[in-house]
């Protein structure tokens, strides 16, 4: 037998051991736990704090090796969809076991340092004013993001649209008559009021001077529009309605 194949069935040995006495080795482990705490009560932050110079010297070493290695094992993003489902599945399913656990985190922090929520973390306003910032900032990546994932999830997406709908038609016959009165009011209201500032000379987007428009991305801010062409605003529409 080569050596090779006896290293294999030691493993497999030895795995099958482990398997057969979980509960043993979990007894084992926490009294040796017990035993180290006694000895030394700051056993295990010594413990961390060698382990984490020693995997920053291991990395810094191995640095090249190692975000070559992260490259590779980037998921492709139909899996990395399924990752983050399973996430999302998870979360949801240990709900009150992560806000037991946020609270209790929170606690911790609060009672190292009375004034941490004061100066750790930012303020509500400024914080949903970061998230914005992000928005702005990725806009781009966030929109094929989004295109990515409701083109892996279209039925879903579209079978939740299509309850909702209906759920408002059943509440309301007339909701989506007023919804787009309301619609169209909005937009008339934008135009008139975007059309007392001047447009670009040209297409923001290609340089075109023909056919310019005003086109808003959000009517709730009027004073805010790009000056596109008739081209580059069909587009513009056409990759709003497939992020949505
Ligand atoms: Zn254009």
């Not at 070493?61 to 990395?80: A, F, G, H, Q």
């Not at 929170?106 to 509500?124: E, Q």
């Not at 997406?157 to 007339?174: L, S, V």
Request: hydrophobic residues 20%; proline residues 3%; charged residues 50%.
């Amino acid at each position: 037998m080569t050596s090779e194949k006896a290293i294999e069935k030691k493993r497999k040995y030895n795995r099958e051991y482990a398997k057969k006495n979980a509960d043993k080795r979990k007894e084992y482990r926490k009294a040796w736990r017990a035993r180290k705490l006694e000895d030394n009560p700051d056993y295990w932050k010594e413990e961390a704090a060698k382990n984490k110079d020693s995997q920053k010297e291991y990395y810094e070493k191995n640095k090249v090796e190692i975000n070559k290695r992260k490259k590779v094992y980037t998921l492709p993003p139909k899996s990395l969809e399924k990752v983050r489902a399973r996430d999302r599945e998870y979360a949801k399913e240990n709900a009150d076991k992560r806000k037991e656990y946020k609270k209790a985190w929170r606690a911790k922090k609060k009672a190292a340092d009375p004034d941490y929520w004061k100066k750790g973390v930012a303020s509500k306003e400024s914080r949903i004013a970061a998230d914005k910032k992000y928005k702005k900032r990725n806009q781009e990546v966030l929109l094929e993001r989004g295109r990515k994932y409701y083109n892996i999830n279209k039925e879903e997406i579209n079978k939740k649209r299509k309850e909702y709908r209906k759920k408002k038609y059943a509440e309301d016959p007339d909701y989506y008559k007023k919804e787009k009165i309301k619609d169209g009011d909005m937009k008339n209201k934008a135009r008139s009021i975007a059309s007392q500032f001047p447009m670009a000379e040209s297409c923001e987007r290609c340089g075109s001077t023909y056919f310019l428009n005003r086109h808003h991305e959000d009517y709730n801010k009027p004073k805010i529009f790009l000056t596109l062409c008739k081209k580059c605003h069909g587009l513009e529409g056409r990759k709003y309605q497939k992020s949505l």
